[in-house]
């Protein structure tokens, strides 16, 4: 399966890859020939336990998503100016899963050009410009993106973020503004917005649009608090403005209890705008926008044709398709919701027993560990979370640890990940929590740092590939006591 050794692979990719395309572990990358379910093989037929490819929705390599594609691909390939049933029965299937407002679809190729047309829409439809977005959220890599993503903005300097740009705070009640302590977090992070809104009113500026993940995952797999999306669509519609929700990362059943991650604030809530990628084609890529029809016939009102060459070809709706078809036929929601409850609950027995859990959360496949220095202060525990990235590596387990601080460690596993891979990944995390606790508890003063809140942004090596540049990861490595040599972790400090 490989064509060149693993050291040619690299060398080809140091002088024909751009710079900045980054690799997972890149002081020893891991290279890739095969996926199957749940588990991925390099070069010499090692297995991997994959918890970070939420792509592979149902499954790396699914033989129904494969089998529909060549069917279609030996038929027909074309654009959607030609009619095909596939089109229309894909939107119809796919509107099916959501409330009945949102009824209009247009097919694209990638999360951040479904978010750059979302943006296109509001902007249409309201006849203003600015856009609030959430704090360390980030919506995709194109320009218009970039702009409301502070995820990435930030690192571009403290005057990289544009005037038509209002940042409220991340609804993160175990480290934000407003805590689990507060009576109403909902309600205090909605007035943020609206405070926001009326400050830029003040301001002459009017907002387009509010955007959010449904549960910010590279902000730190963050789940709003109760009542939070209705209120703030409330004042968002006041001024004029529509609220776009990101399903990119979350959606298409990941959280189980409902198909949608908006879902989880109850029925009472209907995003204007919801944006869909990543695990729609298992892979291919393909993505897609759903709204009303209201703000379509605003969007067309323009007069300007939206023509995609590969939107809503046949292989991809044959292949999105597929994809709905495996995640009812295998009660994938149902397994989702079983599977994630027990990988909660065992984490939450970590948390009992290792100080460094500070707090465990998750709806079905979508759990996140944030690691604390100090269970009071709840400093972040950023080295020890890329310690633990690189020894679950070491054990053939892939995991990703992101969110502002880079401690948060992010589960995200296609969504055939099961009972044993759930224990399994927790015994080994169990087994470096201890290791990690031991040195922290016989080195005080001379083990670990006592401040891993990295002042700059700490991209994590082993994070997924949304993840920041490499600007000043080695400094950081060593101002948390890392060796930059992440992965050979024993530095001094670290018994292993
Ligand atoms: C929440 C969210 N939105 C949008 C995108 C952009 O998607 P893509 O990389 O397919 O353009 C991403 C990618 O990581 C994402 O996480």
Not at 229 to 257: N, P, T
Request: glycine share 8%.
């Amino acid at each position: 399966m490989e064509m060149y050794t693993k050291a040619e692979t690299l060398e080809l990719r140091r002088k024909h890859i751009g710079p900045s395309c980054k690799v997972f572990f890149p002081k020893d990358p891991i290279k890739i020939v095969r996926a199957q379910g749940q588990y991925m093989f390099d070069e010499n037929g090692e297995k991997y336990l994959d918890c970070v490819n939420n792509v592979a929705h149902v499954g790396h390599c699914h033989p129904d998503v494969i089998k529909a594609a060549v069917k279609q691909m030996e038929l027909l390939n074309t654009n959607s100016r030609f009619l095909h049933d596939s089109l229309v029965q894909y939107a119809k299937r796919l509107t099916a899963t959501l409330p009945e407002q949102l009824s209009v679809c247009y097919f694209v190729n990638s999360g951040s050009e479904a978010n750059d047309l979302a943006l296109r829409l509001a902007r249409q439809y309201s006849g203003h410009q600015d856009v609030i977005t959430l704090d360390h959220a980030y919506h995709g890599h194109v320009t218009s993106l970039i702009d409301i993503s502070p995820y990435k903005f930030n690192q571009l300097g403290k005057d990289s973020k544009k005037e038509f740009v209002h940042v409220a705070p991340s609804p993160d009640t175990y480290r934000g503004k407003y805590r689990e302590d507060h009576p109403d977090p909902g309600s205090a992070y909605a007035d943020d917005v609206t405070k926001i809104i009326e400050e830029a009113h003040k301001n002459g500026r009017k907002i387009a649009a509010f955007i959010a993940e449904s549960m910010q995952s590279c902000g730190g797999q963050v789940i709003p608090p109760a009542g939070y999306f209705q209120k703030v669509a409330e004042s968002v519609h006041k001024a004029g403005g529509v609220f776009i929700a990101d399903e990119v990362q979350v959606g298409f059943g990941r959280v189980a209890k409902c198909f949608w991650g908006f879902q989880l604030q109850g029925e009472d809530f209907v995003p204007d705008i919801v944006t869909m990628g990543k695990p729609i084609g298992n892979g291919h890529p393909m993505s897609c926008v759903v709204t009303t029809r209201e703000i379509a016939e605003a969007f067309g009102a323009s007069g300007l044709e939206y023509f995609n060459t590969f939107g809503g070809n046949p292989v991809s709706c044959a292949i999105g398709l597929a994809v709905l078809d495996i995640i009812e036929k295998e009660d994938l929601q149902g397994h989702a919701s079983r599977v994630g409850n027990y990988l909660v609950q065992l984490l939450n027995e970590q948390k009992e027993k290792h100080p460094l859990v500070g707090d465990v959360r998750g709806v079905g496949l979508f759990v996140g560990v944030d690691l604390v220095k100090d269970r009071q202060k709840r400093t972040p525990a950023t080295a020890e979370a890329q310690h633990i990235i690189y020894k679950l590596k070491e054990q053939r387990i892939l995991l990703s640890a992101d969110g502002p601080y880079r401690n948060i460690l992010k589960f995200k596993p296609p969504m055939c990940f099961s009972m044993e891979d759930a224990k399994h990944v927790v015994n080994q995390i169990d087994e470096i929590l201890t290791d990690l606790e031991e040195v922290t508890t016989s080195n005080i003063g001379n083990g670990l740092p006592t401040s891993t809140h990295c002042k700059r942004k700490t991209p994590t090596d082993g994070s997924n590939h949304e993840s920041n540049s490499h600007i000043n990861r080695n400094r950081c490595r060593q101002e948390n006591g890392f060796c930059t040599e992440g992965h050979k972790v024993p530095c001094k400090r670290i018994r292993t």
